[in-house]
């Protein structure tokens, strides 16, 4: 007696996906994929044309300037409205140019702050940031902004000190 032959199945193929669906799909894929894209392009276009243009010095040039006065920036990495003031405020041309001719402009990273920006934050009695402090040519504290600011309110707070500075400022009359 012989065996009966071994019946082996086909396998069953998968039902087939038509083919103007799958070309819908492949769009849809491809119009998602692009999208991403040119949104990640945008937002790198936007970060680097919004960079800060100001010229911030390093706190060891805190020395007075001769006749300009001496604007403090305390700041940090994790404050959001520090950020949006490098972005917002200090990528303009007009600030910029406010700030290197009429300032000497300082910036103070309380990111991680050494032993020279604790104590200046200390000095001025910083408790919250971004905070801005005028100092006059002599080192005296001649006004201060806390919080963040838009560009025309930075402006109306920098136009304030005159340049040059002269023997007596109405905000800050000589003793």
Not at 60 to 80: E, G, H, I, M, V
Not at 122 to 146: K, N, Q, T, Y
């Amino acid at each position: 007696m012989t065996a009966p032959p071994h019946h082996v199945p086909h396998p069953v193929p998968p039902p087939a996906v038509p083919v103007r669906r799958r070309r819908q799909f492949v769009l849809l894929l491809a119009a998602v994929v692009a999208a991403l894209t040119v949104g990640l392009v945008i937002d790198l276009l936007r970060q680097r044309s919004a960079a800060p243009i100001a010229v911030w010095h390093a706190p060891a040039t805190l020395a007075p300037a001769s006749d300009r006065p001496t604007l403090l920036r305390f700041t940090a990495d994790w404050c959001p409205p520090c950020r949006a003031m490098d972005r917002d405020v200090f990528s303009l041309p007009r600030i910029a140019d406010t700030l290197g001719t009429r300032f000497h402009a300082v910036s103070v990273d309380l990111t991680d702050p050494g032993p020279d920006e604790q104590s200046l934050a200390d000095r001025h009695g910083i408790s919250s940031i971004p905070s801005f402090v005028v100092l006059d040519p002599g080192g005296a504290e001649a006004g201060r902004l806390v919080g963040g600011v838009d560009a025309d309110r930075f402006t109306a707070f920098l136009k304030r000190w005159p340049n040059p500075w002269p023997d007596r400022h109405p905000d800050h009359p000589a003793p």
